[in-house]
Each structure stands twice: as C-alpha cells, then as structure tokens.
C-alpha cells in the first residue's frame, strides 16, 4: 500500500489513540487519585484510619494491578456490557483502560503521598484544619511534584495499553502497526508508528519533568 | 491565678502492635497549668510528655479522664468540634514542620486562611507577625532557604497567627544550636510576656527549663513524678529523674573524680556551700569565715539563674587554727546546705560530693 492510502488511515489511528489515551488519563487519573487519597488516609493511624476500607481498597489494588492488560480487558467483560451496553469498540475499550488505569494510579498516588512529613499533616490538624482541607492545601500541594511525574508515568503506561485496541476493534497507532504493517511484512510502516510514538513520549515526558521542577521550587 | 489547662487524671494507652503490650504514655495525670504562666513539662524521650502536650489541643485524645482547657471539656467533644479549640491553641515543633510548598508568608497565613480571614486582613497579620518575630524580609522566601533559627520564627509567627491564648512548644529548640536555641527562648519569653500567652514547654534540656520556666513538671513513665516552682524543683529536687535533670544543668558541684583531684591540689578541708536566693548568698560565705578566723579559697563551682533566681554553689578550701574551721562549718550549716568532703589526710565520703544543697536542707 502506498502512503497515499496509508496516510490518511495513520491519521485516522493516531486520532483513535489520542481519544483513548486522553479520557483514560482524565478518567483514571481522577479516580486514582481518589482512590489513592482513600489507600492514603484510612492507613491504621493516619486522618481517616479506618481498617476495613484500607484492608478493601488495598486488597482490590493488589489484585487488579498485576493481571496482564490483555487477560483484564476479557475478565472486565461482564461489567464493560453493563456500563458500555457492548464489550466491543473503542468506548468499551477505553472503559477496561480507565478502569486499569485507576488502580495503577492509586498506588502512584498513595506511594507518594506516604513520603510527606506526618509532622506537616500534623501541624495543619492542629491549625484546626479538616481532613478535606488538608487535603486541598497540604496533601497535594506538598505532593505535587512527584504527583506530576507519577501522571506522566502513567501515560506512557496509558499508551501502552492503548496498543492492543485491536483485539476489542477500537483501532488506534497499535492496531495499524499490526495490520498495516507486521500482518503486510511492511516494516517501514511499523518503524514510522514505532517513532510517532517514541516522540510523543518524548514531548510528554520532557513536559512532565518541566512542570514537575517548577512545582518543586523549594 | 487560674488555671487554664487542666489534666484530670488523663490517661492515654496506645494499643500495642501485634502482640505488643499495650503503652500507658500518659498515666493518670492530674495538673493544673496556670493562665499567663510558662509551663515546663521535662523528661526523657519515651517518658510521654509529647503524648502529654498533644492531650492539650486534643491530637490525641485521651483514653480514661479528661483535659478542661479554657474551661471546656475535650473528652467530650467530637472531632468537629474540636477543630475551633484547635484553632485557638498555637503549636510549634521540633522540626518546625512549615509547608515546603509554600513561601515564609503562605505557612504564616495558613492558619488564617483555615480561620477565614478575608486576604486583605491576611495580609496585614502576617506582616505584623513577620515583623514580631524579626523576618519580616523573609517573606517571600521558601522555607528550605532559611536556617533552622528562622524556620522556628516562621513556626512562631504561624502559631501566634490567629491571637492564641495558648502557645505549645514541643522540644521546640531540639533542633537548634546553642546560640539560636538562646534566641529562640527569648522570643518565647516575649510572646509570654508581651501578648500574655500561656506557654507550656515540652523538653529533655534543663537548661530550657533553668532559662524561661515558672514552673515545671517532671515525667517518668507516662506519669509527673514532681511539679512545681521551677526554682524550688531545682534546689530541692525530690526524685531522682529530678536530680538527675538538675546535674546535667549544674555543673557546679564536684564529681567524685574532681574531688580526688581538689584533694591532691589543697591540702585543708574542702566543703561545698550551697548558694540560693533563700538559704544565702557568697557574701553570707564571706562574712561567716571572716567572723571566725578562717582562710576560704574558692576551688570549684558556679553561680547561675534558675528562673531568673541566683543558684549553684561553691566549693571552698578552708584554712584555719584551732576549731575555727569546725565552728565557721557550723555556723555555715545554720543558714546553707553544706556537704562536708574534709580533708585530704581525713576524706569524708559520705558527705555525697554530688547532692544537691537543697536536698541536705530537707533532710
């Protein structure tokens, strides 16, 4: 196939990714972060220490994280039919990525929420503070630098799992490597998607580290 | 004077992990601290006192009796309620503890902004409190630009923000060098003094409490084993945590090392003289030698303030005919603690070269 055909076809998979890859990072990265706020504050002993919703959410990310993306996206089957209507195409899809998605990020969250100083948190609650301003004002504030790093960590993994689109037909940069070129033995097709790839996350991560220094003015 | 914080018989056990037995960090403590005072609490680390301090804005909360701060209950109040309290007692910390994501001003008005202070006011408190404590050109800068004396300042400043009545300090000047920790003690002197704040002061260092207490307790496992007027514990300690406390502070009475080598030295009796504002002064020492005859020459000691009171002692060598020196030990007796070493041919090692006069006094 000529690039005449291909060209608009590759325009057409770079659009599907970046709508799987950007509701997923809106979507998972607002739940992780709730639910690594939530792994957070109910540890026995911290703000809102409470051992059966830490032991719940705990178990649920221990359990989620580790299964293979791929295995996932089936085992999901029966929630993404009632949530989605249908267990195919890219919004189904893009539903078993925000899902895994969450979880990934909730241990980000809470990993680098653990590494704030007790003694800030401490000093805010005896500013009488309520939890939900500590967690406004100094949780993330104190946090956000390795915040910003943890989102764009997981947008590379966000980007990765948008490859295999294909097995659910949301298309996307993965499924027109395979199809246009490993299954056409069209290795220049392959390398061109192989290097738009590589350069967004480049552009993603340098924009990641910007941001990351800015918010570390200390 | 009344009482502004009041322990009654508060207790708190910390469950123990696992199979850990269960800690009793404060246990059953009754104490009164008095408004317009400041208050030491003194101990070794593990002996509760930073459990103590944080029963006082109800960080902790106690397992069994109650903590009344001005005039309110806390056992009984729930977390919501306890945030206004909170809010009324200002609290600084060893390791400061200032948001590092926020300028020197930004940690001040902190507590404004919880308080609900419009910016305008906010903005003009914490100029005025920048100024109190002496940083006020800091303003903009980052927390991890200052040194550990202006982190505590910025500590100060945050923790008098909202016109507390009282101020908590816990080990507050741990972390600093002798120099700024002098600073930092006088700035704290001045929040007492000049805004009325009552201060309780949480420390393992005597010296804390020699400089800036009015009064003192002591803990040892979880419980006050002494408290009272910070120049009376001091000069008639009647624990041993307290005794102990006191000779780190005072160097001024021989060890056993250093009277073996004040024997070797002086050749006459040597007898260490205690010196206070009650039981007599060095010019009480000087008259009574002068009155019976007797050489005294000063080889050991020193003369400090404990609460701003004359205290130490003297240690002298004295010299003389006949029973002039046993008559002049005497008459010292009557009006100071003496413990008697005697001589380098006729030591006398009971007369315990490292107790305190005011222990003597008692006896």
Known sequence: ?218 | MTSIISFRDATKVFPGRGRGQDVRAVDGVTLDVRAGEIFGVIGYSGAGKSTLVRLINALERVTSGDVVVDGVPLASLGEARLRPVRAGIGMIFQQFNLLASRTVAGNVAYPLEVAGWSRARRAARVAELLDFVGIGEKAGAYPSTLSGGQKQRVGIARALATEPRILLADEATSALDPETTQDVLALLQRVNRELGITVVVITHEMDVVRSICHRVAVMEHGQVVEVGDAYQVFSAPGHEVTRRFVETALRDRPSSAVLARLRKRHAGRIVTVGVDEVAGSSAVLTRVLREHGVDGTVVYGGITEVAERPYGSLTVELVGGGGAVEGAVAALRAVTSVADHGTAAHPAPDAGPVTPPGKETKR
């Not at chain 1, 653990?114 to 104190?142: F, H, N, W, Y």
């Not at chain 1, 967004?200 to 800015?214: C, D, E, F, M, T």
């Open chain 1, 1 to 218: 196939m000529t690039w005449d055909r291909l060209g608009p076809l590759l325009w057409e998979a770079f659009g599907q990714t970046a709508y799987m890859v950007l509701i997923t990072l809106v979507v998972g990265g607002f739940f992780g972060l709730v639910l690594g706020l939530g792994l957070y504050l109910t540890r026995p002993g911290n703000l809102l220490a409470h051992r059966v919703v830490f032991a719940v959410l705990n178990v649920a990310v221990n359990v989620v994280r580790p299964v293979p993306f791929i295995i996932f996206l089936v085992a999901l089957g029966p929630l993404t039919r009632l949530f989605v209507g249908r267990i195919i195409g890219i919004e189904a899809f893009t539903f078993s990525m925000c899902f895994m998605a969450s979880f990934v990020f909730a241990r980000l969250v809470e990993q680098n929420l653990v590494t704030i100083d007790p003694g800030v948190v401490e000093a805010a609650r005896a500013m009488g503070a309520s939890p939900l301003r500590i967690v406004r004002t100094v949780l993330i504030p104190e946090a956000l630098a390795p915040l910003i790093l943890g989102y764009t960590f997981l947008f590379v993994g966000v980007l990765d799992m948008s490859a295999i689109g294909g097995y659910l037909g949301a298309g996307g940069l993965g499924d027109f490597a395979i199809v246009y070129g490993y299954r056409q033995y069209d290795w220049a097709v392959t390398a061109v998607v192989v290097v738009i790839i590589v350069l967004i996350v480049q552009v993603v991560q340098a924009l990641g580290n910007r941001l990351a220094r800015r918010a570390l003015r200390r």
